[in-house]
């Protein structure tokens, strides 16, 4: 075989894998619009539907239900941290604005995207890929940013990491409850969590 035939070879390979990438890519675009549409409860059926093919091409493109699942939780993760991103870009970043955009940032995407949060919650209940994976990066880019921040500050950065876990888990928790309720604003959430990492119990009035 010659050269050229080698990389004519290889160029169809390429083009191939294209394809199947770009395909693959496009369910998962008209998974997403389903469950948008027809809400967390929306079946492999119906999502395979949107894409105009039979659960089994599905799941052969994805391997199972879990594989498009985790496909969906990286699309989440990708727009999440992105807005994140971008709310902890500033130059330089006030250390209690961090918490603030932190805050905003994650429930703000929760509120545009309700039915596609809640059909990963639900899909984590049944032992699918969770969020963790997710979360995990939110913190530690968070981490990095509270860092930096003590070091300016001349203080100890050793607890940037674990702060920053336990910022994210919190915020987590109060997203997940507020997500099902909405018993107020999301400002007023932001303003109410913000205030009480920064200043703890006795910044609510609360004596020790």
Known sequence: MTATHRQDRRERRELRHGERADRRGALIDAA????????PSASMDALAAAGGVTKPILYRHFGDRAGLVSEIAKRFA???LADLQTALSQTP????????????????????????????????DRGDPDLTGFLEEISNRVALVIG??????????GGAEPIAHGVVAFVYAAGDWWIERRTMPRP???TYLTEFLWEGFNGQGVQS
């Open 32 to 39: 997403i619009d389903a469950i948008r549409t027809q809400g």
């Open 78 to 80: 990708d727009s999440l």
């Open 93 to 124: 970043p006030e250390p209690r604005q961090i918490v603030t955009s932190t805050v905003d940032a994650f429930l703000g995407f929760i509120e545009r995207e309700p039915s596609l949060y809640r059909f990963l919650e639900r899909n984590r």
């Open 148 to 157: 930096e921040q003590l070091r300016t500050a001349g203080r100890d950065s």
């Open 188 to 190: 007023q959430l932001v």
